[in-house]
Every structure is written in structure tokens, then in C-alpha cells.
């Protein structure tokens, strides 16, 4: 999958958690308001779930932004 329709799929994912219809450009933890703490834990586990990837202690604290997310998830299918 490339770069654009990962990052695509990870926003639409992210906007269904959030219960958001827009996320900005360079969307994180710390520019919406509505993606606290338990929404980065249901991030973290549908993206498990979603793309079939195991997040542990190592990389768990990577998943603050979309752009991070695609380069984890990146890394983690590479393995």
C-alpha cells in the first residue's frame, strides 16, 4: 500500500474514532482536542487490529501523530 492510501485509510480511521468529520493536515495528539489519552489507546488497538501489526513498549509512544503512524506501521510490516 502506498504512502497516500495508507495515510488516507489511517485519517478515515481516525476520524471514526475521534467522532470527527476533519482532521487537520498534520493531525496529532496535540493539535485535536478530541484524540486524549483513551482515544490514542483505541487508535493503537484498531490499528493493531486494522493492519495486523503488534505495538509494544518499544514503539507504543510512536502513534501521537498520522505521519508517525504511517512510518510505524511502515516498520512494523518491513519486519
Known amino acids: 500500500?502506498?504512502?497516500?492510501?495508507?495515510?488516507?485509510?489511517?485519517?478515515?480511521?481516525?476520524?471514526?474514532?475521534?467522532?470527527?468529520?476533519?482532521?487537520p493536515k498534520k493531525a496529532s495528539s496535540l493539535n485535536v482536542v478530541e484524540w486524549d489519552s483513551l482515544a490514542y489507546l483505541t487508535i493503537?488497538?484498531?490499528?493493531?487490529?486494522?493492519f495486523k501489526i503488534k505495538i509494544n513498549q518499544k514503539n507504543i509512544n510512536n502513534f501521537g501523530s498520522v505521519e508517525n503512524i504511517v512510518k510505524e506501521i511502515k516498520k512494523c510490516k518491513k519486519k
Request: charged share 35%; net charge positive.
Open 44 to 50: 493503537i488497538s484498531k490499528i493493531e487490529k486494522t
Open 1 to 23: 500500500m502506498d504512502n497516500t492510501k495508507l495515510k488516507n485509510k489511517i485519517q478515515k480511521l481516525i476520524k471514526q474514532i475521534l467522532n470527527v468529520k476533519h482532521l
